[in-house]
Every structure is written in C-alpha cells, then in structure tokens.
C-alpha cells in the first residue's frame, strides 16, 4: 500500500501545475524507459512510476493526493477502477495502431562539402569544378539491391508485415508486443541474392565531377544548396541535397569586414608631412591613391565601390584604406642636422613641446573609431 506520504508529481517528474497532457507524456517516456520488457531490473520503479500515473490521471485520486491523502485507502488495490487499456495506450501511443513493414525506399542523405576560394573570386564569383565523392544508385541493380535475374521475396518469419508479435509476461499479465521483425528488419521482404556490387544495399559509392557556380559576394561559412546531388538514398530512394561550404583564404593585403576591405598604408613622417601618392594594388587593379600633405597616423580613406559585390543586394562594398605614419629610427648625421633646424624653425625644439591630450582625441581614439566605422 502507497504511502500518502509519497509526491507522485516528483515520481514522474512534473509540475505540481503540469496538465493532464503533460503527466501523460512525462509516464510515456519513463514507462518506455523501465518497462520491464526492456529494463528487467527497474521493476521497482516501474510500478511506481504506473502508480503515480494512475492517481494523477484520475481527477478524482489527483485532488485527493493534493490534499494529502492516500488514493489507495478508499479504492482498494493497485490498478482498481482502472482501464488496462489506458496504460496500454500510454505506452505505445494508441491502441491497434498499426505500421506495417517499413519501404527500403528512403530519401539519401544531405551531404556538405568544403571549397576553398581566394578573395577576389568571393568578391566576384567564380565557377568550381568540383569532385564529390557520395553514394549513388547501383547501375547494377538501379537500387532494388537485388542480383540481375533475382528478385526480392515476400519475408516468411512475417509473411510480409514486417513485425512480429511476442507475447511476454509482464507484472500486468500477459502483454502483446510487437517489434520489427528480425528477419527483415522490418521490411517485409528479403533479398536472397544480394547484389555483388551494392551487396543489397542498392547503392554504390562514386567519385563524380561537378560544376558549381559561386556568386559573388559569398563569405567564410557560406553554403550553397545544390538540389538532389546529395547522398543517393538506400533502396532507389531519392537523392539528398549537396551543400558547398565556402571558406575564404585570408589574404595578405586586405582584411574583410563584411563587404569592407581594410588595408594599412604605412608612410615616412617625410612624405606625410610633404604629401605623397601611393599605387595600391586593389581587386580591380592599380589605383593610385593620394595621401595629402598633413596626413596623421590613424586616418583613413574611403574608396568606394572596390570592396566585395553585395550578395543579395546591388552595388560593393569600400575600400579603407588606413594611414600608419612611420618616424625614421636612424638618422645620420646631415639628417638630423636637418631635423634639428626644422625643428627650430616651427620651434618645436625646446622642452615640452609635447601636447598632453584627452584619449578622446588622441590617435587611439581615431584608429578605433576608423574600425568601428568603416564607412
Ligand atoms: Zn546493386
Ligand atoms: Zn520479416
């Protein structure tokens, strides 16, 4: 006899609020779990769990245990007043359901393959040659798995249902089960004489070359779907999809930030003071860029439009072209001879000439500003 003692919402692991929906799904899967036919050693447990169940399926025995008394005192014993069938649909998910044998048909599957490309054929498309190597239809047998003369044959442990029924004694009396049959593995038929190159599984694997265009503006993680050039699937079954994942090579120049190439143009102190031009070597070619006379460490220059091409959308991304102003290290003699008397001239050669500023406008707060805002 149950303690009343015992919290049957703890037993199957549900809220003392679950619905009647909830507690049967939480006994369905635990049923499952320590049915004796599968856990012989969890009998203990399982009638618990069937215990918990029954009182809190049952309005009545629910409100009673909620108020702290014991369903079993008034109603006698175990399973009283109870369908025997209800638990037999909790557990197998309604009753006389039947699934017949299972096809040998079924739909391949998905396969995902990497390409590696640079970064200007990311910026502007590119078509792929390339090898898949995946299962595809046995030409022998065109997927049935049988030899070429033979056939399948109806399954005689099943005669062709594809499962088999046991009958098992259980602590609720004799129990009818059914499983997928052994003989068949649920097919209903069976394969007598194999085919030697698929060896019934009506498949075979092949290396096959393969044409793939990439659009431009595909990025590291891209993936391009190529309807049924997956995996072909058992039986003669439908093909899968291929997926091409691009992965982007880094290049030594330019870094991408969404449809954005950054690149750093290091320069003299010399010629950022005087102004320089520098040729840049961008995805579309040379392209001379100026850097004005005052240029500072940390400023950038936008190029439009030879950045990557959008991939949904009209139009490319910028170019950033990001200025590192280098002071010269070693001066000999007549150089800093030079410097000198420049420095006298602007008067930037006494002591603190050095201007103490805010990091708000120092050079950190502009370099971080051109990454935060590339445009
Ligand atoms: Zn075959
Ligand atoms: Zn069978």
Redesign the pocket.
Known sequence: MASSQTDYYAVLGVSRDASDADIKKAYRRLARQLHPDVNPGEEERFKEVTKAYEVLADPAKRELHDLGGDPFSTGGGFGSGFGFSDIMDAFFGGAGASRGPRSRQRRGQDALIQVEIGLDEAAFGVTRELQVETATTCPTCQGVGAAVGTSTRR?D??HGR?E?QQVTRSFLGQVMTSRP?P??QG??T?IPHPCADCGGDGRVRTRRSLKVKIPAGVDTGTRIQLAGEGESGPGGGPPGDLYVEIVERPHPTYSRQGDDLHCTVAVPMTAAALGTTVTLDTLDGPRPVELRAGVQSGQTITLPDLGVTHLRRQGRGVLVVHVEVHTPTRLDDEQEELLRRLAGLRGEDGPDVGQVTGEQQGFFHRLRDAFNNPR
Request: charged share 0%; proline share 0%; with cysteine.
């Open positions: 399954c442990v099943c594809g088999v049959c003989a068949c097919f209903g069976v």
